[in-house]
């Protein structure tokens, strides 16, 4: 291991962001490890585009320390561009360049990019090469932003909500190319609001709620609670009675249709209380489905952690 | 990595049919409509007097007008934050865009330079050397100043606003009539607007001895002063 690999990729400590009299980061600390992925979770408008965009030298920040690759993203932009890739959050290409175009624009900037064909074929974007920007698919627009930012071989990449606007088809085959480069040693920052991305994809996940960190661990970490909150899931017919099942479960455990059809058992859930939850269904006449046992998903500490009001 | 980025956008403004309409078909039609018609009253050969004015119109068509659209549009699809994270240095940003402008407008100049010979235009060789170079200048004139509104507001706004300024210039801005055949003190003014410079000089190093001192120093005080603010102004999206 070299020097710059015992380092970490992004170290940011106390970052305050202001835009006017608003607040947008305030506090964050972070820490990427090299070679690892970094989710950044959190609702609109916490402050993760804006945490990315300071690591990758657009904003300045008005207090804290932020360094990338150990450079300062601001004072050695010149020296740390050319080791990163940016996808930026919306994409972004002339309005008539031709998809082809672009990525052979981009690749030029670099000293030692990509096959621009390759990479346009890996994404699927073969079919498209001579469509001009503007008239590309939300998504299509996202693989080739994608592209742009991965054609200079960088040594860390920023995806910011990498797979917004794209169907799942594409979200696969975008987590199969950032579990590529995790492989191939290079480090990501990613940010994203979908939990199933994070879950997936991230070393790391941190949640972000009003510019500071609420929370952050491993997705397991995250997830672990103590055994008397554990959750029981499964689904049957809405609108089912549950004060027998209430009644019948042990002291501590509670039971609620969370969404119609969808019933929760949150205690301490044992052999004895699926029996429970199961017999009880059989009273009723009806199937339990999708009848699972386990923790907490990352959602449900999220929405914890997070509040569930709009924003 | 410029030269790469010069022919991009260069082609981009060549493959663009609003572009080409103000860039080259409107100059066209006007300089042959101008020679031909006898719309305005003009000394002859009425072409001598109609070169000058389109060759500013052309300028200020491509620099200004065309470079603020394009711009404003850029801004919005995020080709410049796109483009400034990669390893393209800061000055390479705007040197690409700049040499992209001066190339569309030496295709400009040599499209209309021959349109204009075929009606019957005899220039002289300085003549012509004088207005190669106001040309370069009117182009970084008329681009600082595209630079400025179309790196500043919204696209939509940059569109109507670029339109309608190109406009009230091409009329009233020195351009189809000439400062001089304007009451005195609107005279005075005109000839201080870029257009009404671009337009005088032209004419100047096309029919006379050279452009003159006051339309390149109007030129240059116009865009040193829109590149200092288009500097503090433009912003990436």
């Known amino acids: 291991m070299s020097a710059s690999e015992t380092r970490p990729a992004v170290e940011v400590s106390g970052l305050v962001k202001r835009y006017g009299s608003t607040t947008a980061v305030d506090g964050l600390e972070l820490r990427l490890a090299h070679g690892k992925v970094l989710a950044l979770l959190g609702p609109n408008g916490a402050g993760k585009t804006t945490t990315v965009e300071v690591c990758e030298g657009f904003l300045r920040p008005d207090a804290g320390r932020v360094r990338v690759l150990g450079l300062d993203p601001h004072a050695d932009s010149g020296e740390l561009r050319p080791r990163i890739g940016v996808m930026p959050q919306g994409g972004g290409a002339y309005p008539g360049v031709r998809a082809g175009e672009m990525l052979k624009l981009v690749a030029s900037c670099a000293a030692n990019p990509l096959k621009p064909d390759w990479l346009l074929d890996v994404l699927g974007l073969t079919n498209v090469l001579k469509t001009p920007y503007k008239r590309l698919s939300g998504g299509q627009q996202q693989r080739l932003s994608l592209a742009c930012a991965l054609v200079g071989r960088p040594e860390l990449v920023f995806l910011d909500e990498p797979t917004s606007g794209m169907d799942p088809q594409a979200r696969r085959l975008v987590w199969d190319m950032v579990a590529a480069l995790r492989a191939d040693g290079v480090s990501v920052l990613l940010t994203t609001h979908l939990m199933e991305e994070a879950e997936t994809l991230a070393d790391h996940v941190v949640i972000v709620d009003h510019g500071r960190v609420v929370a952050e661990g491993s997705p397991a970490q995250l997830t672990t609670e103590d055994p008397d909150c554990q959750q029981l899931r499964f689904k049957a017919r809405a609108g089912l009675d549950t004060s027998l099942l209430t009644a019948a479960l042990p002291e501590g455990c509670h039971v609620a249709e969370a969404a119609s059809g969808t019933y929760i058992v949150t205690g301490r859930v044992d052999p004895q209380v699926v ?8 009273q009723q006449g009806v199937l339990a489905e999708e009848l699972h046992v386990g923790r907490r998903s990352l959602e449900d500490v999220f929405l914890e952690l997070t509040g569930r009001e709009l924003r | 990595m410029l030269l790469a980025h010069a022919r991009t956008e260069t082609r981009l403004t060549l493959r663009n049919g609003e572009q080409i ?9 006007l300089l042959a409509g101008f020679t031909l018609i006898d719309i305005i009253s003009l000394p002859e050969p009425r072409v001598d007097s109609v070169v000058p ?10 620099a200004f007008t065309g470079q603020a659209i394009a711009l404003g549009f850029d801004r919005r699809y995020g080709v410049l934050k796109r483009l400034a994270a990669t390893a393209l240095p800061r000055w390479m940003l705007v040197g690409g865009r700049v040499l992209a402008g001066l190339t569309v407008v030496a295709i400009q100049l040599v499209v209309l330079g021959v349109l204009a010979i075929a009606l019957g235009w005899s220039p002289s060789l300085p003549g012509v050397l004088w207005s190669i170079a106001l040309g370069v200048l009117g182009a970084l004139t008329f681009g600082a100043l595209g630079v400025l509104l179309g790196g500043t507001l919204r696209a939509e706004l940059v569109l109507a606003l670029a339109n309608i300024i190109w406009f009230v210039l091409l009329l009233a801005g020195g351009i189809i009539v000439r400062a001089e055949s304007m009451p005195s003190g609107v005279a005075t003014i005109v000839e201080l607007l870029p257009s009404g410079a671009l337009t005088e000089g032209m004419h100047q190093a096309l ?10 120093l109007v030129l240059v005080v116009w865009g040193v002063l829109a590149s200092v603010v288009a500097g503090r102004t433009t912003r990436l999206t």
């Not at chain 1, 029996?275 to 059989?282: D, E, H, I």
């Not at chain 2, 004015?53 to 491509?62: D, P, Q, W």
């Not at chain 2, 029919?207 to 390149?216: E, K, M, S």
């Open chain 2, 21 to 29: 309409l103000l860039t080259l078909l409107i100059p066209i039609a």
């Open chain 2, 207 to 216: 029919n006379g001895a050279g452009p003159g001192w006051q339309p390149v």
């Open chain 2, 53 to 62: 004015r389109i060759f500013a119109l052309a300028v200020m068509s491509s």
């Open chain 1, 275 to 282: 029996s429970t939850v199961t017999a009880w269904c059989a």
